[in-house]
Structure formats: structure tokens, C-alpha cells
């Protein structure tokens, strides 16, 4: 099997995610109705499309595809790449959501303020 590969012209992205593209990969990395897992490879693209995609705050809030990875991280019959993948996924977006730099130059120390009189 020769493996698709296409590319997005990133003016399109956003484009592509107000049409509801997570919804759709939502749709393919849930739980068939059998209980049963889509196979590895559905897995393995999906995330790997989830991680390439500029996702914002609100994308993730109405498709839903959050809570799906976050079970991607959570459940025992997940295969032990795949929820490295995810939790990859839950830590960029959770930074996402919380307004967070990865970049820890970035980052400012926590300031405490003392006094004397209260020791």
C-alpha cells in the first residue's frame, strides 16, 4: 500500500477547521460500536494530523476532539506510542487553552512578597 500524502496551503487550514474537519477525525479515533479500537494506522494519522493543524481554543471546544485524545491518555488498551502521541497532543493544547509559552525563557518566576512584620 503506497501511503497519500497531500499538503494544505496554510491560508486554508483555518478554512478547513471552521468546516469541521476535527469533528471528522473525532468521528475516526472513537470507539467503533463494538467497543473496539480503530487500528493503529488510523490512529497513528489521525494523531499526527491533529499535531500538524494551527488548532485554536475554540476549535477544540466545539468539535469535541479534546476529550477524545484526553481518553487516548487515560484508557489501558491504548498502545503505548499512541498515548505518548496524545499526551503530546493534551500538554500543547492544554498550554493552548491556559495561555502558556512553551517557551520557558518565556516564563516569569513565581513572586512572593515578604514582610518582615509577619514573620
Given at each position: ?16 477547521l ?45 468539535s ?35 495561555k502558556r ?19
Amino acid at each position: 500500500m503506497v501511503p497519500l500524502t497531500f499538503r494544505i496551503s496554510k491560508h486554508l487550514h483555518d478554512a478547513i477547521l471552521d468546516n469541521g474537519l476535527l469533528e471528522v477525525i473525532r468521528q475516526w479515533l472513537e470507539p467503533l460500536p463494538d467497543r473496539s479500537l480503530p487500528s493503529l494506522d488510523i490512529q497513528s494519522e489521525m494523531l499526527d494530523v491533529l499535531d500538524k493543524l494551527p488548532i485554536a481554543g475554540d476549535h477544540l471546544r466545539e468539535s469535541g476532539v479534546g476529550k477524545i485524545v484526553y481518553f487516548y491518555t487515560k484508557s489501558p488498551r491504548i498502545e503505548p506510542t499512541m498515548k505518548r502521541k496524545a499526551d503530546q497532543l493534551v500538554a500543547k493544547w492544554s498550554r493552548l487553552v491556559i495561555k502558556r509559552s512553551e517557551n520557558y525563557k518565556e516564563r516569569r518566576p513565581a513572586v512572593q512578597e515578604y514582610r518582615q512584620e509577619d514573620a
